[in-house]
């Protein structure tokens, strides 16, 4: 059974930074699409941040820059590094997994940034 398990979402002034992970298990995540989605209340959710095989990423506008998705397939695990943060950054935030069998999501972790 797949599962994601995301941490290390919390509240944080503008301007500064956090690190979310996100681990897996029941699969071996090398050679999948790994990303992190977003959900602001009342809003779709979004891709903030990709890592596609063969080590590309891709990145929604809003966050280039500032954000950088990074993966270690030893440890099964994705990370976001957010930095300069704004409030307008304030969602949920979710970890996926594509695979040709289908999506798979996390619980999510909240991100808050507020002072």
């Known amino acids: 059974q797949v599962q994601l398990v995301e941490s290390g979402g919390g509240l944080v002034q503008p301007g500064g930074s956090l690190r979310l992970s996100c681990v897996a298990s029941?699969?071996?995540?090398?050679?999948?699409?790994m990303g992190w989605y977003r959900q602001a209340p009342g809003e779709q959710r979004e891709m903030a941040a990709r890592?596609?095989?063969?080590?590309?990423?891709n990145y929604a506008d809003s966050v280039k820059g500032r954000f950088t998705i990074s993966r270690d397939n030893a440890k099964n695990t994705v990370y976001l590094q957010m930095n300069s943060l704004k409030p307008e950054d304030t969602a949920v935030y979710y970890c996926?997994?594509?695979?040709?069998?289908?999506?798979?999501w996390g619980q999510g972790t909240q991100v808050t940034v507020s002072s």
């Open positions: 029941g699969i071996i995540v090398s050679g999948y699409t």
């Open positions: 996926n997994l594509r695979t040709a069998a289908g999506d798979y």
């Open positions: 890592s596609i095989s063969g080590g590309y990423t």
